[in-house]
């Protein structure tokens, strides 16, 4: 008879392997798990992969990440560590989604906290103007405007127009004398006492 093969038999892959493949189990006799260490993280990950499905869980594909890379969590794409903010609480000292999601996210945030709305619903009055301004009618529609007083939003309007109301602070009456004074009817005070004016009504 030969002697008998050097190592330990996987009851998994059933492969003859050196002890150092084997995690410590104190409770065999060899003091050896049973499996090798790949086909325990192999059942670990169908075991993790399974109960995340049934709990109704995304479970994230494993992908190979070159040096001086990491994956994104949100868009699942590998970039280079120049593409990350810094974390200094992570494992890694990088954040968890990169530049790119975390301005989107950052926008996004903006809207539902300054105007109440998501980037659906401002999409929504962008195609419902056509696009265009709501004010000038050529520009496009960039900037959410809102009343400062009641924080209903009016509409989405270009640069130009949303600055131009805003400087004439949102008030109607300005905007018309504006009107009248580009249509050449300016609106003068009348002198009604010593240093007392009236404004045509």
Not at 31 to 47: D, I, P
Not at 92 to 119: M, N, P
Not at 126 to 136: L, P, R
Request: hydrophobic share 30%; net charge positive.
């Amino acid at each position: 008879m030969g002697d008998p093969p050097e190592g330990k038999q996987c009851a998994g892959c059933r492969r003859i392997l050196q002890p150092n493949s084997f995690a410590a189990d104190k409770n065999r006799r060899d003091g050896l798990q049973t499996r090798c260490r790949q086909c325990v993280a192999e059942y670990s990950a169908m075991y993790y992969r399974r109960r995340r499905e049934a709990e109704g869980k995304v479970v994230r594909e494993k992908v190979d990440v070159p040096t001086g890379h990491k994956v994104c969590r949100v868009c699942g794409e590998v970039k280079p560590h120049s593409e990350w903010h810094r974390n200094s609480s992570a494992s890694d000292g990088l954040s968890t989604w990169c530049k790119s999601c975390r301005a989107v996210q950052g926008r996004a945030g903006h809207l539902k906290r300054q105007y109440g709305i998501t980037e659906a619903q401002r999409d929504e009055m962008i195609s419902s103007q056509m696009g265009i301004c709501a004010i000038c009618l050529s520009a496009p529609a960039a900037h959410v405007d809102h009343c400062h007083e009641t924080g209903r939003v009016r509409g989405v309007l270009c640069f130009n127009c949303n600055s131009a109301i805003g400087k004439l602070g949102d008030n109607p009456d300005t905007l018309r004398r504006a009107t009248a004074y580009l249509e050449g009817n300016a609106w003068k005070p009348t002198l009604v006492a010593p240093g007392v004016y009236r404004l045509p009504s």
